[in-house]
């Protein structure tokens, strides 16, 4: 795979993830997702996801489609092809958790 030079949309780009990760909100749901958000079970997860009245449920949603968005971009070739360690090791760490639980997180939960 050729490896392209990052462009300065690519620059916009990181920089506009930046600024987000420092909103106070994504900063706190960050630090819950890194510091106590430990699911040992597909079960424990979807306690928090599939429940809109659980405190946490905003909380997942924002960190996990923010980390979407970088996965996205850096898979893509932006910003060097970079996700921060940290990120890269939760993704795993949930795909463990689908691996070992049965569930198949491609297949519509609802029908």
Same mark, same amino acid.
């Given at each position: 795979?050729?490896?392209?030079?990052?462009?300065?949309?690519?620059?916009?780009?990181? *920089? =506009?993830?930046?600024?987000?990760?420092? /909103?106070?909100?994504? #900063?706190? +749901?960050?630090?819950?997702?890194? !510091?106590?958000?430990?699911?040992?079970?597909?079960?424990?997860?979807?306690?928090?996801?599939?429940?809109?009245?659980?405190?946490?449920?905003?909380? *997942? =949603?924002?960190?996990?489609?923010?980390? /979407?968005?970088?996965? #996205?971009? +850096?898979?893509?070739?932006?910003? !060097?092809?970079?996700?921060?360690?940290?990120?890269?090791?939760?993704?795993?760490?949930?795909?463990?958790?689908?691996?070992?639980?049965?569930?198949?997180?491609?297949?519509?939960?609802?029908?």
């Amino acid at each position: 795979m050729e490896r392209m030079l990052a462009t300065p949309a690519d620059a916009e780009i990181v *920089l =506009r993830l930046y600024e987000l990760r420092t /909103e106070t909100v994504m #900063r706190q +749901a960050r630090a819950w997702m890194t !510091g106590e958000f430990w699911p040992a079970t597909a079960e424990e997860f979807f306690a928090v996801a599939e429940n809109p009245a659980d405190p946490h449920n905003a909380w *997942l =949603r924002q960190v996990l489609t923010y980390w /979407e968005m970088a996965a #996205r971009c +850096a898979a893509r070739g932006g910003f !060097g092809g970079a996700v921060c360690g940290l990120q890269r090791r939760r993704i795993f760490h949930a795909g463990q958790v689908f691996a070992h639980s049965g569930r198949d997180p491609e297949k519509n939960r609802d029908s």
